[in-house]
């Protein structure tokens, strides 16, 4: 078994659309960022890739290559679940939260759970996708940025689930 924890952090600019967990969210601001910001799904892709001390997402994915320019984040995440795979493991569980002031993302949980779930073939149940508000304090709260964090648990893909 394998533990893994990741996070990141965007800032929120109008003029860019907004996706989280894989899925567009209407909104006035959009994360920015050299792919699509996905910050949830950057969040997790750390998260799988530390839990095998793979580095992280910037070393796999550089913000200096024209290759990963707008990608989609869901692309990021199946090539984090290739090499999680290739090393023989299973992703488990995933526990995250998000950190924003605004859009409520209640409505979208399923939708998100559904899109991460596709990706490292796992039950809907197995993702649990929390957020908060900073109460108004911060960068956050001031809608200039949103933070995720990731937890994960792996196991060898021959151990069966807890």
Not at 43 to 65: E, K, Y
Not at 99 to 124: F, R, T
């Amino acid at each position: 078994m394998r533990i893994g924890s990741g996070v990141d952090f965007h800032q929120m600019v109008v003029g860019r659309d907004l996706w989280i967990g894989g899925i567009k969210i209407p909104h006035s601001k959009g994360a920015l960022g050299h792919s699509d910001a996905d910050v949830l799904l950057h969040a997790i892709c750390d998260a799988l890739l530390g839990a095998l001390c793979l580095g992280d997402i910037g070393v796999h994915f550089p913000d200096t290559s024209g290759e990963f320019k707008n990608i989609d984040s869901k692309i990021l995440l199946e090539r984090v679940y290739a090499l999680i795979t290739y090393e023989g493991y299973k992703v488990i569980n995933i526990d995250t939260t998000l950190c924003l002031q605004a859009p409520k993302i209640k409505p979208y949980i399923a939708q998100m759970q559904e899109a991460i779930a596709a990706i490292l073939h796992i039950g809907i149940r197995d993702i649990s996708i929390k957020a908060t508000t900073t109460e108004t304090m911060g960068f956050v709260g001031r809608e200039e940025g949103l933070i995720a964090y990731a937890t994960v648990l792996l196991a060898k893909a021959e151990q069966q689930s807890l």
